[in-house]
Nanobody, 126 residues
């Protein structure tokens, strides 16, 4: 059974940093694309970043480019999202997601992923 468990969310002031973690289990880690999506209050879910575990190719939303970094620890089946220079508009529930189709980040931002975690809340205060 595919399981994705997020952790690391919390309250931080604008300009601060947080590191989110996603623990993956139940599937072949290096055969999936894994990413982070977020949903802010009253808004649709949007893609934040993806990483193809097999080749390391990454993709970022324009709104987070240069501030957020996605990475993986393949030996531990973990994916991370380092978030720096946080802004109030980054406030959202952040979801870890995975898909065996391994299309590029643009595709998955538009069409989503097959498997989802339950999310972790990030609140950025001004």
């Amino acid at each position: 059974e595919v399981q994705l468990v997020e952790s690391g969310g919390g309250l931080v002031q604008a300009g601060g940093s947080l590191r989110l973690s996603c623990a993956a289990s139940g599937f072949a880690f290096d055969e999936y694309i894994i990413g982070w999506f977020r949903q802010a209050p009253g808004k649709e879910r949007e893609g934040v970043s993806t990483i193809d575990i097999g080749d390391g190719l990454t993709h970022y939303a324009n709104s987070v480019k240069g501030r957020f970094t996605i990475s993986s620890d393949n030996a531990k089946n973990m994916v991370f999202l380092q978030m720096n220079s946080l802004k109030p508009e980054d406030t959202a529930v952040y979801y870890c997601a995975a898909d065996p189709r391994r299309y590029d980040g643009t595709y998955h931002f538009k069409y989503g992923m097959d498997y989802w975690g339950k999310g972790t809340l990030v609140t950025v205060s001004s």
